[in-house]
C-alpha cells in the first residue's frame, strides 16, 4: 500500500470538460423523450399559478440573441417558479400574418397580384409554419422548455376566432369606426402603418419660405399683401388649402423692396436675417385673430387658401403662419374640421400624384419637392430655399420613409376609453419603474389607433357592406363569422361569397335587395398579438387571465404591451398583466447594433456550437438586462471561464461527497464543529438572498451572489482548508462526516438553484447524486431558508475571524516574499493579540492552524518582538515551524518520527494513529517504496 491510498481522496466520473455542445443536445432529446416539462406540470397540479404570457416573436428567419435573451429570461423565470411552489405553465407563441412574410414570397419570385388569392395565402400560411418550426428548433436548442407541441400561433383557426370576438366587442361598444384622414402611409410597403411601426431616422429635406398673394383681407390689410409661410415637405404644396395663424399672437405688415409681407412680429428679426432683409419696414400690426377667414391664393394653382385661426401654431420656427394640406397632416386636418375644409390627399398607395395635382401626375411623392419649388420660382413666390438634416418618420420594416396621407381607414377610438386606459396603467406592477412612464405618456399622447392594412397575408377585417355603403358590424354578424373562421380559418373569408359569409336569414335595413359586399383590408397585425390575452390566456384551459408577467424587449412599450392593454381594457377594463419587465437590445462588444453590413452579428447556433447554451444563458443572467447589454466572443469566452469555476466547485463537492450517505452519516447541526456551522449558516444566507432575487427577476444578483459564494466563500476559504479534514482525517470522523454534510448539503441546493440558468449542467451534476429520489433536478423543489437561532451570533464571531485572518494571510505573504518560508504549512505562527482577538481565538472552538494552514499557531501574552508585523494594537510573527514535514498530511510537526512502529516514521501523531487504526496491513507490512 501506498501513503496516498490512506487518503480520502475525492473520486467522481464528472467530467472536468463539459463538452457542452454535444452533451446539451443529448439532453435536450433525453427532456422530450421523458416529457419532462409535462411531468413539472403534472407535479404542480393544484399549487398556485404564475402566469408569464409569451409575446409572439415574428415567424421570420433563424433567431438571433435578442430571441435568445427573451427566451432565456422567459425560461430561468418559468423554471423558477415551477421549482418554487408554483404550477407555471408556458405556452410559446408566434406572430404569423403581416408584411414581412409577404416580402420573403416577392424575393422568391411571387407576385402577389398576378397569382390567385386563396394560392397566395396558402404559399404564406406554408412559409410561415415552416418558419414557425424553425424558430421552435432554435429555441429548444437553448434549453428552453415549454408546451412546444402546443404553441400558439395567430394564424391558426380558433386564435383567428378568439381575435375576431375582441374586433366584434370593441365594435359593440362603438370603439370601431371607418374615417378618412391622415395616417401614415408607407409607399414602399402600400400599406398604413400604426404608430408602433414608425421608427426615425436622421434625413436630408429641403426648407422653403413661401409667399401666398392676398385675395381677399376684409379691408383689414392692403391688397398687395403677401402671406410667408415656412415648410420642410415642398412636396404638399400642390395639396395646401389653408393657412393658419395663432389668434393670439401679433402679426406685422413689413415692407421690403416694394414688397409687402405678413409674419408673426416674434419672428421678425429671425426672418429678416433668414431672407437677408435690409431695413425692413413695420406698416401695421394686428392680431391674428383678424386674419381669421382672410384669403389667399394658391401660389400657382387657380385655387384660393383660407386664412384660419388654430392654437396649435407655435413660433418655435417658421413665420408664425403654417402652411395647412388637411390630407397630409394630423394637426392641420383636426384644427380646419371646424372650417370645413376638403381633404385633398393626391398621392396613390404607392406615392405617386393622381390627376388632382395638376402638372405633378405621375411623379413620385418625393420628386415633387423639386416640381413645387420649381413652379413656385416660376411664380415669384419662393422666398428661400434650403436645405438641412432632421430625424424623419420610416417605415420600421422596409427603412423607407412614410408619408401623411388620408385614405379611408378603419380606427379604433382611443379617446372613448383612454382614461380607463391610463387607470389600469397606475395598477400595474413595472417592475423598471420608468416603464409606466413611458407608456403612460405612449397612451396619453397617442391618436386613434388605425387597425386596418391594404395587404393580403393577414386576418381579415370582420366588416360588412349594404348595398347604400353602410357598414355592417353586428354582434350576429360577429359570432357567425367566429364561429367559421374556428371551424374553416379566416382563409374562408376569400373562398365564399359575402352572402355566403353571413348567417343564414340574414337581412339588414341598408341591402333591401339583400345584396352585400365584404371588406377587402386585413386587421393590423399589432391587434393580432394585441389579441392574444384572449386567444391564449381565455382561450386554453392550463391557463388563466389576466397575466402575472409580460416581459418583452423595450421597443415593446409602443407594440405589444401598448395594442394589449388597449385592446383587454376596451374588452374588459382591466390590463392583460399584473406585472411587465422589458429589456434593452443586444449589442456588440463596442456598444454598436448588431449589423450585417459592419459584419458584427452573433448568430445564437454560432455560440452554442463554439461554447454551449449553458455559457450563453450564463451570459444572460450575469448582464444587466434593464439597459442595452453587450455581447462578444470575447466576452462569452470569459463567461466561459466564470462557467468553469462553477463546474470545478460542483466537481470538487461531488468528488468528496462520493462516499457520503446523507441518511446513515449526516451529522446534526447541534453537533457540528464551529466553521461547519458558520458555512451552514452562510450557505442559508445565500439560499435567502438568491430565492429573493429570483423573485425580483434580478438573474445578475442571482449570478453575483453565487459566483461570489463559490470563489471567495467556498474555493478561498472552505474547500481550501477542507482538504485537511475530508482527505486527512479518518474516513468516518465526524470531523470529517460534519464538513462532508455541509458540502452534499451545498452541493444539493446548488445543483437546485442553477436549474433555471445552467439546466444542462445542473441535470448532469444531478445524475451523480445517487442520494437525491427525483428523476431530474428540475423534478425537485427550490431549497427553502433556514432559522437557526444561533445565525445571528455565529455570523458575527466569525466576521471577526476573517478580519484576523486577513491580517494572519497579510503576514504569511510578507514571509514568503522574504523567502522566511516557501508553502503556508512551514509555518508557525505566533499571535501577540489585543483583548478581542485572544478572546475570539479562545472561544473557538477550532483548530484555528489548519483554518488558516499552517502548521502551528501560539497566542502569546508576551510583547511583540521587532520582526512581528504590527496591526493597530496586535502583532504576528511568522517562523518556520519546528519539526519535520509529514509523508501523509504535509504539515511540519515535531512528533513526525516518534512512532514506536518503523513503518509510521515518517508520519506525525495524528497520521500514524489514523493509519494504525484503518490499516493495520501498514503496520506489519509498512508501505511501498
Keep these: 500500500m501506498k501513503i496516498k491510498d490512506t487518503l480520502n481522496l475525492g473520486k467522481t466520473a464528472f467530467p472536468m470538460r463539459a463538452g457542452l455542445p454535444t452533451k446539451e443536445p443529448e439532453w435536450q432529446k433525453k427532456w422530450d423523450g421523458d416529457k419532462l416539462y409535462q411531468l413539472r406540470q403534472k407535479l404542480n397540479e393544484g399549487k398556485p399559478s404564475f402566469m408569464l404570457h409569451d409575446g409572439p416573436p415574428y415567424a421570420n428567419g433563424n433567431i438571433h440573441l435578442g430571441h435568445s435573451l427573451n427566451k432565456i429570461s422567459k425560461d430561468i423565470i418559468v423554471r423558477y417558479k415551477s421549482m418554487a411552489g408554483f404550477r407555471a405553465p408556458y405556452v410559446p407563441g408566434w406572430d404569423t400574418h403581416g408584411l414581412p412574410i409577404e416580402q420573403q414570397l416577392a424575393k422568391a419570385g411571387m407576385k402577389r397580384k398576378e397569382m390567385d388569392l386563396l394560392d397566395y395565402l396558402e404559399e404564406c400560411r406554408k412559409y410561415a409554419l415552416s418558419q414557425v418550426d424553425m424558430q421552435r428548433s432554435d429555441f429548444k436548442s437553448l434549453g428552453v422548455l415549454g408546451d412546444w407541441e402546443k404553441p400558439y400561433v395567430t394564424l391558426l383557426p380558433e386564435y383567428e376566432a378568439a381575435q375576431i370576438r375582441v374586433f366584434g366587442a370593441m365594435a359593440e361598444k362603438g370603439y370601431i369606426y371607418k374615417g378618412q384622414k391622415p395616417i401614415y402611409w408607407s409607399p414602399s410597403s402600400e400599406s398604413s402603418l400604426a404608430e408602433a411601426e414608425i421608427e426615425y431616422q436622421d434625413v436630408r429635406s429641403a426648407s422653403i419660405y413661401v409667399a401666398f398673394k392676398a385675395k381677399d383681407t376684409k379691408g383689414l390689410l392692403p391688397e398687395d399683401t403677401e402671406f410667408i409661410i415656412w415648410t420642410t415637405t415642398p412636396w404638399t404644396i400642390p395639396s395646401n388649402l389653408g393657412i393658419f395663424a395663432h389668434p393670439d399672437y401679433d402679426y406685422s405688415l413689413v415692407e421690403v423692396a416694394d414688397r409687402k409681407f405678413l409674419i408673426a412680429s416674434e419672428m421678425l428679426d429671425a426672418v429678416s436675417s433668414k431672407l437677408e432683409w435690409e431695413n425692413p419696414k413695420v406698416l401695421q400690426t394686428l392680431k391674428g385673430s383678424d386674419l381669421d377667414m382672410m384669403v389667399a391664393k394658391h401660389p400657382f394653382y387657380d385655387r384660393d387658401t383660407l386664412v384660419m385661426n388654430a392654437d396649435y401654431v407655435t413660433l418655435d420656427s417658421g413665420t408664425g403662419l403654417v402652411h395647412v394640406a388637411p390630407g397630409h397632416g394630423e394637426d392641420d386636418y383636426f384644427a380646419s374640421r371646424k372650417y370645413k375644409l376638403e381633404v385633398l390627399s393626391p398621392i396613390d398607395d404607392r406615392g405617386y400624384y393622381t390627376a388632382e395635382a395638376p402638372g405633378f401626375e405621375g411623379l413620385f411623392y418625393d420628386e415633387g419637392n423639386k416640381k413645387s419649388t420649381q413652379l413656385l420660382e416660376e411664380n415669384n413666390a419662393l422666398l428661400k430655399l434650403e436645405f438641412f438634416t432632421h430625424s424623419y418618420p420610416h417605415d420600421w420594416r422596409t427603412k423607407k420613409p412614410v408619408i401623411f396621407r388620408a385614405t379611408p381607414q378603419w380606427f379604433a377610438s382611443i379617446d372613448d376609453f383612454r382614461q380607463n386606459i391610463l387607470d389600469e396603467v397606475e395598477k400595474v406592477d413595472w417592475v423598471i419603474p420608468w416603464g409606466k412612464t413611458r407608456l403612460y405618456n405612449m397612451v396619453r399622447d397617442r391618436g386613434d389607433w388605425v387597425i386596418s392594412r391594404q395587404r393580403a397575408w393577414g386576418l381579415p377585417l370582420p366588416i360588412f357592406y349594404g348595398e347604400n355603403g353602410d357598414a355592417i358590424i353586428t354582434p350576429e354578424t360577429i359570432d357567425h363569422i367566429a364561429n367559421l373562421f374556428a371551424e374553416h380559418g379566416s382563409k374562408v373569408w376569400f373562398e365564399r361569397e359575402a352572402k355566403d359569409l353571413l348567417p343564414e336569414g340574414f337581412t339588414h335595413p341598408s341591402s333591401p335587395n339583400g345584396i352585400f359586399t365584404k371588406e377587402k383590408d386585413i386587421m393590423d397585425v399589432w391587434f393580432d398579438s394585441g389579441s392574444s390575452w384572449n386567444g391564449v390566456l381565455n ?159 434580478d438573474f445578475m444578483t442571482v449570478y453575483k451572489l453565487i459566483v461570489n459564494f463559490l470563489t471567495q466563500d467556498l474555493s478561498a476559504f472552505y474547500l481550501d482548508f477542507a482538504k485537511d479534514v475530508v482527505y486527512i482525517d479518518a474516513a468516518k470522523s465526524k470531523a470529517r462526516r460534519g464538513m462532508q454534510t455541509v458540502m452534499y448539503k451545498m452541493l444539493v441546493d446548488l445543483t437546485k438553484m442553477l436549474v433555471p440558468i445552467l439546466p444542462h449542467t445542473a441535470e448532469e451534476t444531478w445524475t451523480y447524486l445517487e442520494n437525491e429520489s427525483e428523476q431530474y433536478a428540475y423534478l425537485s423543489e427550490m431549497p427553502e431558508p433556514v432559522a437557526y437561532p444561533d445565525a445571528e451570533e455565529l455570523l458575527g464571531e466569525w466576521e471577526s475571524f476573517f478580519d484576523f485572518r486577513d491580517k494572519a494571510l497579510k503576514a504569511l505573504e510578507e514571509a ?114
Excluded at 447541526?669 to 449558516?681: H, I, P, Q, S
Design 539 to 697: 382561450g386554453r384551459e392550463e391557463l388563466s387571465y389576466p397575466a402575472d408577467l409580460y416581459l418583452e424587449g423595450s421597443d415593446q412599450y409602443r407594440g405589444w404591451f401598448n395594442s394589449s392593454i388597449t385592446t383587454s381594457v376596451a374588452v374588459n377594463g382591466i390590463a392583460p398583466y399584473k406585472a411587465v419587465l422589458s429589456q434593452g437590445f443586444v449589442l456588440d462588444g463596442e456598444g454598436r447594433k448588431m449589423s450585417k453590413s459592419i459584419g458584427n452579428v452573433i448568430v445564437p447556433k454560432d455560440v452554442t456550437k463554439q461554447f454551449g447554451a449553458d455559457i450563453l444563458r450564463l451570459w444572460v443572467a450575469s448582464v444587466d438586462t434593464e439597459s442595452d447589454v453587450r455581447v462578444s466572443m470575447d466576452i462569452l469566452k470569459q463567461i466561459s471561464e466564470v462557467y468553469r469555476k462553477i463546474r470545478n466547485s460542483l466537481r470538487f463537492l461531488l468528488a468528496n461527497t462520493s462516499d457520503f450517505d446523507k441518511n446513515a452519516d449526516a451529522v446534526p447541526y447541534a453537533e457540528m464543529r464551529g466553521v461547519d456551522k458558520y458555512m451552514t449558516v452562510k450557505f442559508n444566507e445565500l439560499v435567502k438572498a438568491v430565492r429573493t432575487a429570483y423573485d425580483k427577476y
Design 816 to 929: 514568503r516574499i522574504a523567502k522566511l518560508i516557501g508553502k503556508p504549512l512551514e509555518a508557525k505562527l505566533v499571535v501577540y493579540p489585543n483583548e478581542v482577538v485572544a478572546t475570539l481565538l479562545k472561544s473557538l472552538d477550532e483548530n484555528v492552524a489548519q483554518l488558516l494552514i499552517v502548521s502551528e499557531l501560539e497566542i502569546s501574552s508576551e510583547n511583540a518582538p521587532e520582526d512581528a508585523l504590527k496591526f493597530d494594537d496586535m502583532a504576528i510573527l511568522v517562523e518556520r515551524a519546528a519539526g519535520e514535514v509529514c509523508d501523509r498530511c504535509r504539515r511540519t510537526d515535531v512528533t513526525v518520527g516518534q512512532d514506536s512502529n518503523p513503518h509510521l516514521a515518517h508520519l506525525c501523531a495524528s497520521c500514524a494513529a489514523i493509519v494504525g487504526s484503518e490499516f493495520p496491513e501498514v503496520l506489519a507490512e509498512g508501505f511501498e517504496e
